[in-house]
């Protein structure tokens, strides 16, 4: 049996209008954006080296800054999600929300074909690893509260005001 290597990581940290961001890429694809006070347990990445010539990094760099220049409403950056099978689910399932919309807990898991998988969508989602490329900023509570967020609740209203300012340009 083939010996599995062990995954390298190269990461790069990214001024935004959120914070510091910094963005972690293995060589088959993003691996995570993580806030500028994250949890190191929230998405155990393990060691990366500083790299600012890793072309995912650059990347996922000008789509992000398209992103937040308003140019950008679609990420095609490529992705590597590491998690649990239902994590993935989870996770895959965000990257079908439109640009502007959000989702319930309860919506997610109804997509996902089990309703009393809420709280596991909530606590998935908030290990989410890939911030903002995979929006976990627009899950809402089911009363239509903004509910838990890495980057803090203040960072997930900017993030939704600035999708939803897009859509109705008089609101920015």
Request: hydrophobic fraction near 35%; glycine fraction near 8%; include cysteine.
């Amino acid at each position: 049996m083939k010996e599995k290597k062990p995954m390298k990581y190269y990461h790069k940290i990214i001024k935004s209008p959120v914070g510091e961001l910094k963005l972690v890429a293995s060589d088959q694809g993003l691996a995570a954006v993580l806030w500028e006070n994250d949890d190191p347990k929230r998405v155990p990445i393990g060691d990366s080296t500083a790299s600012s010539n890793n072309l995912i990094l650059q990347e996922a760099e000008k789509q992000l800054n398209e992103y937040f220049e308003k140019k950008r409403t679609v990420f095609t950056v490529k992705l590597d999600f590491s998690g649990t099978p239902f994590q993935k689910k989870v996770w895959e399932a965000l990257l079908n929300i439109p640009f502007g919309e959000t989702r319930t807990y309860g919506e997610i898991a109804r997509e996902l074909g089990d309703i009393k998988a809420v709280r596991a969508v909530g606590a998935a989602n908030g290990k989410n690893p890939i911030s903002i490329i995979a929006p976990c900023h627009r899950v809402i509570g089911a009363s239509g509260k903004l509910t838990g967020f890495a980057g803090g609740l203040d960072n997930k209203a900017r993030l939704l005001q600035m999708e939803d300012s897009r859509k109705n340009p008089t609101l920015w």
